[in-house]
């Protein structure tokens, strides 16, 4: 039944306070177009079309209603979008647009895309220029790379943009839902184009390093990853310190996530890299 032909008045004559408040935005959104927003809390697999096209779909549930955002209307250009990309987003907060309501089932559909594009215009109504400080919202987070929405943009973010030290794993670093401050470096209306960095919005890390953590003082810290015999340890927030194992020590002992104690041993001005040494596991 389409949903004009329904009488509303009567379904929602018996809601609570917190229902009608939610069925309302949800109206409002579907006839003017206006922006909702949530967090993604699971993807559903549907079928799309009586020939059985499958397809996910992320679900927000503002309170009792259950929106789905199919694949399509997710990602401007979805068949280039990874379906363990999509798998990726819980927990991820989104814009999104009413489309359709099925109201005698208490389920709606959604359009992202229709929201992005919201977004962006409101951006470049602004006249952003290189240097202002966003909001960086992440959706998704794999081994090497971060996904995340800036303004209606999506953007794949490296270590380059996100911190002043490369990490081997960045979901242990990351997660869906966090914001962070970004430095807009290049934005282009008529070529519908941002850049922006994540590290340059804050002070490099290395800036008085050397006083908080002097050559040969011990540091308590947690192992953050392993690469060719060498171990990232991390020293501080964002920042982490390249150390080897000291020699009454094996490889093996230690793992991702182990507690230590390390030694510092040189700075690097020039790379702006410290260097330690891990004498025990710290219990």
Partial sequence: MN???INTNELDRDLSPEERAEWNSIYASYRAGSLLSGEISGIDSFYLDEKGVSMLAAVVIPYRVKILIPEKQLWDD???VPKSVTRNLLGAKIDFVIQDINRLNNICTASRIAATAIRRREFFRKNPKAGERVKCNILAVGMSKVIVEICGFDLQLRWEELCYTPFLDYRLRYSA?????????????????LKVSVREAKPHPYEGLQKRHPVNSRRTSVITGKYKGSVFCKLEEDYDCLCNIS??????EFEIGDRVIIVIREYDDITRRVYGLIMSKWR
Avoid: C, T, W
């Avoid at 839902?177 to 184009?193: E, M, T, W």
């Fill in 3 to 5: 949903f004009n032909d």
């Fill in 78 to 80: 979805y068949e280039s």
């Fill in 177 to 193: 839902g966090q914001v962070l401050p970004a430095i807009i470096k290049k934005v282009s209306n008529r070529d519908n184009v």
């Fill in 247 to 252: 020699d009454y020590h094996s490889d093996s």
